[in-house]
C-alpha cells in the first residue's frame, strides 16, 4: 500500500524560479494538507483541502499555492522560489477535515539559493 | 496568540521510562495528538485525547488536562528505536492543527 507519495524527494532550486511538488494519497481520504518544517519551529500549515474542488488557506500561504481537481493529488506551486521558502514540504491527508489522524507523506527538501 | 511549548532535547537510558511533557494555549481545543518523527522521515501518529484522563497503547501513554492546559507522553521499557523526535499537536477551534517544535528524545545504552 502506497498511502501518500510526494515528489521530488529532494530539489535545488535558483531563486525567481517556479516548481510544483506533487503529493498522491491512494487512501481516497478527503482531506489534504501541505506543511512545511523548519528547524526549532513546528510544523506550519500553508495550504489544506477538505475535499475535491476547494481549497484553504494556513497559517503561512504567501507565495504559494494549491489545487485540488481529484481526491488523490494536491499540489503545491511556488510561483517565483526565494531562499526562505527552502525547508523540508510534507503532504498530508486525512479521512476528513474534522478530528481525525493526518497520514504524512516522506517529505521534499527544497534548497532555494 | 496560539502557543504550544515542548522541552527541546530529553536524553533517557535504555530500558527507563520517560515523561515528554506539553502545555499549550490555543483558540479552543478539539483534541491534542502526539506523533513521533525519526530524523529524515515523516511523522507518524501515536494518540490522541480528547477528555481528560489516561490513554495507554502498548509501552506509550498520553494523558491529558484540559482544564491546566497539559499533556504528556509517558514511554516505558525505553528502546533504543524510540530516539526520535516527539511532536505535540492541538486541534484549535477551527479544526486546525497547531503544532510545538517537538521534543528530541536521545536513548543511551
Known amino acids: 500500500t502506497a498511502g501518500i507519495t510526494q515528489a521530488p524527494t529532494s530539489q535545488i532550486l535558483a531563486a525567481g524560479r517556479s516548481m510544483t511538488l506533487r503529493c498522491t494519497q491512494d487512501?481516497?481520504?478527503?482531506?489534504m494538507y501541505w506543511y512545511r518544517q523548519d528547524l526549532g519551529l513546528g510544523l506550519r500549515l500553508i495550504h489544506y483541502s477538505n475535499t475535491a474542488g476547494t481549497t484553504g488557506k494556513g497559517e503561512v500561504p504567501d507565495g504559494y499555492s494549491v489545487s485540488r481537481a481529484n481526491t488523490d493529488d494536491f499540489p503545491l506551486t511556488l510561483a517565483s522560489a526565494v531562499p526562505s521558502q527552502t525547508s523540508v514540504y510534507f503532504c498530508?491527508?486525512?479521512?476528513?477535515?474534522?478530528?481525525?489522524?493526518?497520514?504524512f507523506g516522506p517529505g521534499t527538501r527544497l534548497t532555494v539559493l | 496568540g496560539q502557543n504550544i511549548d515542548q522541552p527541546t532535547e530529553m536524553t533517557a537510558t535504555e530500558g527507563a521510562i520517560v515523561q515528554i511533557n506539553c502545555t499549550y494555549q490555543t483558540s479552543g481545543f478539539n483534541g491534542l495528538f502526539w506523533y513521533q518523527q525519526h530524523a529524515g522521515e515523516a511523522p507518524t501518529f501515536l494518540s490522541y485525547n480528547v477528555l481528560d484522563g489516561l490513554e495507554e497503547k502498548g509501552r506509550f501513554s498520553s494523558f491529558l488536562s484540559r482544564s491546566k492546559g497539559y499533556s504528556y507522553l509517558l514511554l516505558k521499557e525505553l528502546q533504543m528505536k524510540d530516539s526520535a523526535s516527539y511532536l505535540c499537536a492541538v486541534m484549535d477551534s477551527n479544526y486546525q492543527l497547531i503544532w510545538g517544535a517537538g521534543t528530541k528524545l536521545i536513548i543511551k545504552p
Open positions: 487512501m481516497r481520504h478527503n482531506a
Open positions: 498530508a491527508s486525512s479521512v476528513s477535515g474534522i478530528t481525525d489522524t493526518q497520514y
